[in-house]
């Protein structure tokens, strides 16, 4: 049974930074996509950083293009994103998601795989 952990949410002040972990367990498929969407109160789940393990391809959300970068570790089937700049906008529920036909989609209805979730909160 696949299982996603996150860890490293918080809260910070705009300007501050936060790195958030995402390891699987249980993964035996050869390739993923792993990486983070986020949820704020009353808005829909968007994709904020994906990333494909085998071309290390990668998507962001215009809106944190420049700020967050997305990694992987494919031995540890882990993705990292560190987060700069934060911005009081950036406050949401994160979520790591993984899709095992490394398949990088933006709809989260794709993706198989879900962590329970590790809230962000950028104070202003």
């Not at 696949?2 to 501050?16: A, K, N, P, R």
């Not at 958030?20 to 035996?28: D, E, P, V």
């Not at 700069?84 to 406050?91: G, I, R």
Request: net charge positive; proline share 2%.
């Amino acid at each position: 049974q696949v299982q996603l952990v996150e860890s490293g949410g918080g809260s910070v002040q705009g300007g501050g930074s936060l790195r958030l972990s995402c390891a699987a367990s249980g993964y035996t498929y050869s390739s993923y996509c792993m990486g983070w969407f986020r949820q704020a109160p009353g808005k829909e789940r968007e994709a904020v950083a994906l990333i494909n393990s085998r071309s290390g391809n990668s998507y962001y959300a215009d809106s944190v293009k420049g700020r967050f970068t997305i990694s992987r570790d494919n031995a540890k089937i882990a993705v990292y994103l560190q987060m700069l700049s934060l911005k009081p906008e950036d406050t949401a529920m994160y979520y790591c998601a993984a899709e095992q036909r490394g398949l990088c989609f933006l709809d989260a209805d794709k993706y198989n795989y879900w962590g329970q979730g590790t809230q962000v909160t950028v104070s202003s």
